[in-house]
């Protein structure tokens, strides 16, 4: 008690000294909260100290394999002072051990930590099912391009460690070369309602193995984008048992060889993306209540779904030559087609959606006719935003206007009304060509008449 006390005491002393830094390589933002340490100043409490009023920590550079060297009791001084829970500590650019892991954990259990992240850090040794006593409080876990001894070799993978596992909330393992999860592991998080696993290695073989029965029940937010799924079919099948999920990320998967699929999505899917995943067409189940669908970046030519409750369609860079029909997506709201070869816009293709408040039609090849450019300017006036309105929307044809803004283009009413106004032009001169023949003929014959009187004249005063 005393130690503790007088361990106290100096700290407080430390502090109304008004020590902003000692020597190591802590620095603190007191306006971010945001203090910045190198891997060595977790070893030395002055160094540190100043931070104690930060909300994030972040630990750069170096190597911590002998966790025997952490010094615990420093920092659970320096835990001990903080009062407010961390939005997040960081990892990048390290090697550590995972003794030191838990030991790190050990120490911050009981400050309240939004997020513990890890970014470009290799993982050695095989002690994460060493935690002991009450789960720390942390809601989020992110491993970014990071490396550690396989999870499936392990006799008893995470045995202890799954007591912290059942409250995490968010998880989150990026570009980390990851083959798969096993299930006796993904049971353990019964509380996980976010996971990514993007830019990884899963396939379609692991998909059932990943998400077998019991593993990640609460799951509401999955991305998967990035991996090596082909298989549409065998995603819904591994995943339509879900029945919390709402948000699924399939992007930069190559599944374009679809087959008409007969599964089905639960009904609290509302947000897909499958953009980048080579479709050429969408012949496939799409969820029911889907309320944002991303389809963007693929080879559609031809669009026709029948989603009722649709509010967000991005149908950017496909190869379009006109826009969907809006009888079976009658409440969009916000619509992307840039990107796509649309020569023939008509605008009123747009406002045919009746609830339709954004349009982004930029970069597409725009045929600027007179009738298009007054449309487009009287469109842009109105209540609908168009995104990235004017200077990406340019015109294609006729090629005396390609490249130029469509807002900068301003016809002449001749050149808007050549026809008709040739017409008119040309019956103006036609009836002034009449009416100067029958002048003339009339001045011929007046003239004429006049001679013949003239004539008479004479003849009679001789």
């Avoid at 891997?39 to 002998?66: K, Q, Y």
């Avoid at 030519?301 to 950017?316: C, Q, V």
Wanted: proline share 4%.
């Amino acid at each position: 008690m005393k130690t503790k006390i007088c361990s106290t005491l100096f700290l407080i002393l430390l502090c109304s000294q008004k020590i902003h830094k000692a020597d190591g390589d802590c620095t603190y933002d007191r306006f971010l909260r945001h203090c910045s340490c190198s891997l060595l100043d977790l070893t030395n409490i002055l160094t540190i100290l100043p931070c104690v009023e930060a909300l994030s920590f972040e630990f750069n550079g170096g190597t911590f394999i002998n966790h025997e060297d952490f010094a615990k009791l420093d920092m659970k001084l320096v835990m001990n002072m903080i009062h407010v829970s961390l939005a997040k500590i960081s990892f990048a650019n390290a090697v550590l051990s995972e003794e030191f892991l838990v030991a790190f954990i050990d120490v911050i259990h009981q400050v309240p930590v939004d997020l513990l992240s890890f970014e470009n850090t290799t993982f050695v040794g095989q002690s994460l099912n060493n935690l002991r006593g009450s789960p720390p409080n942390i809601l989020s876990l992110q491993f970014i391009n990071t490396s550690s001894n396989p999870l499936i070799q392990r006799d008893s993978p995470f045995e202890r460690f799954g007591n912290w596992m059942s409250i995490l909330r968010n998880l989150t393992v990026k570009q980390s070369q990851l083959t798969g999860v096993p299930c006796d592991i993904g049971i353990h998080f019964q509380a996980l309602t976010t996971l990514e696993l993007s830019e990884s290695l899963l396939s379609d073989d692991n998909m059932f193995s990943v998400f077998c029965n019991d593993a990640f029940p609460t799951l509401q937010i999955l991305k998967l984008r990035s991996n090596n799924f082909s298989n549409y079919e065998s995603l819904c099948q591994a995943l339509s048992r879900y029945n919390q999920l709402r948000h699924l990320d399939l992007s930069l998967n190559d599944l374009s060889f679809i087959s008409n699929s007969l599964c089905e999505w639960q009904p609290s899917l509302s947000h897909l993306n499958l953009s980048n995943t080579g479709l050429e067409h969408v012949s496939i189940n799409l969820p029911p209540n889907c309320e944002v669908l991303d389809l963007s970046h693929n080879k559609i030519e031809f669009l026709n779904i029948s989603l009722p409750i649709l509010r967000e369609l991005y149908l950017s860079y496909n190869r379009l030559s006109t826009l969907p029909s809006m009888g079976h997506i009658p409440i969009v709201q916000i619509l992307a087609v840039d990107g796509n070869p649309i020569k023939q816009l008509e605008v009123s293709q747009i406002q045919a959606f009746k609830l339709l408040s954004s349009f982004k039609g930029d970069n597409i090849p725009y045929k600027c006719s007179c009738s298009f450019i007054k449309e487009m300017k009287e469109m842009a006036k109105s209540g609908l935003t168009l995104q990235w309105w004017p200077d990406e929307y340019t015109c294609d044809s006729p090629e005396s206007l390609r490249g130029k803004v469509i807002n900068d283009v301003n016809y002449s009413l001749f050149e808007c009304h050549t026809q008709p106004l040739t017409i008119v032009i040309c019956i103006v001169i036609l009836i002034m060509c009449v009416a100067i023949i029958i002048c003339f003929v009339k001045i011929c014959q007046s003239n004429k008449t006049r001679s013949q009187c003239m004539q008479a004249g004479n003849s009679n005063t001789m």
